[in-house]
């Protein structure tokens, strides 16, 4: 089965991501002449493209695309690199996920097993244990804040209707008949998920994949997230304008911006208090983000 490994770099205002994303792909367990690496630039980034031009002289055997995208929206580079594979399955990784060399292989091999074009294999991005030293850090993915599903205890519990596009198998034929991601999404927020209604609604079910593991390289902070609320809180508006009947959870947030902010807690408090102080500001900057699309569409 051709697999056709999708990336589309995204904006990293903080430069906390790690800058290439290439090396890991060499170590790949899945035989090099039987997938493709499309990557999609949407930020137009001199090291990216040097750092394409040396893996293709490195590695011949391995068939890479580069593609220079007018958007940086993550829907539209999704879509334009999904546009150009060649492969009848689709594998959609995030640019700060270094995939582990069993990566491709866990996802074609659970498509081989599975020919029902409505499945899809989702696997794991885990941070490592330095960044896991971190509160904030930890709070976020053991949560399951961070991607909208607690991937550290997903092996065990898992909701077979999520889908999201750091780390994502599906057939070709499948998101082709779906239309992709909806480019009105101009931020990496709702984009995946409001494909995933339209994928669950049209029989669409995934499957946890923990041996299509990869590792977060990604140092978030709360000044970093807290820019990712808000334009999620933009975005919400557009998914809620989508699909108006759905009950979005995410409403009991768009209070929260008028609530007096909570002090910055001290060095000492308890990880309780860190975490009620991390969550209303993420909170707020997300209100703040979707109230603030309604004054400007009002404007």
């Known amino acids: 089965m051709k697999a056709s490994l999708i990336i589309t770099t995204e904006t990293d205002v903080f430069h906390h991501k790690q800058r290439d994303f290439f090396a890991s792909f060499a170590g790949q367990t899945y035989p090099h002449n039987e997938f493709e690496l499309i990557i999609v630039d949407g930020n137009g980034r001199t090291g990216t493209a040097e750092a394409y031009a ?6 011949p055997s391995i068939s890479v695309t580069y593609l220079q995208s007018p958007s940086r929206a993550r829907a539209f580079g999704n879509n334009l690199g999904a546009a150009k594979a060649t492969g009848e399955l689709l594998v959609f990784l995030a640019d700060d996920f270094d995939p582990t060399p069993e990566f491709l292989a866990a996802h074609v091999e659970y498509h081989k097993l599975n020919s029902d074009l409505n499945a899809a294999g989702i696997g794991p991005g885990f941070f490592p244990d330095d960044l896991r030293n971190d509160l904030f850090a930890r709070w976020q993915e053991d949560s399951g804040l961070i991607f909208g599903v607690a991937m550290r205890s997903a092996i065990s519990v898992w909701p077979r209707q999520f889908f999201f596009a750091g780390n994502a198998s599906i057939k070709k034929a499948k998101f082709d008949s779906l239309g992709g991601f909806n480019e009105a999404f101009l931020h990496d ?11 669950a609604a049209s029989g669409g079910y995934s499957q946890f994949l923990p041996a299509a593991m990869t590792i977060h390289r990604h140092a ?18 557009i998914l809620e304008a989508l699909h108006p009947h759905i009950r979005h959870g995410w409403k009991a947030k768009l209070h929260r911006h008028r609530e007096p902010l909570l002090s910055l807690p001290g060095p000492d408090a308890p990880t309780q208090t860190w975490i009620a102080y991390y969550s209303q500001r993420l909170d707020q900057a997300f209100a703040r983000g979707y109230w603030s699309r309604t004054d400007n569409d009002h404007a």
């Open 54 to 59: 040396a893996f293709c002289a490195q590695h």
């Open 189 to 199: 927020a709702w984009d995946d998920f409001e494909f995933g209604l339209r994928w």
């Open 220 to 237: 978030v902070s709360l000044d970093e997230r807290c820019l990712n609320m808000k334009r999620a809180g933009e975005a919400a508006q």
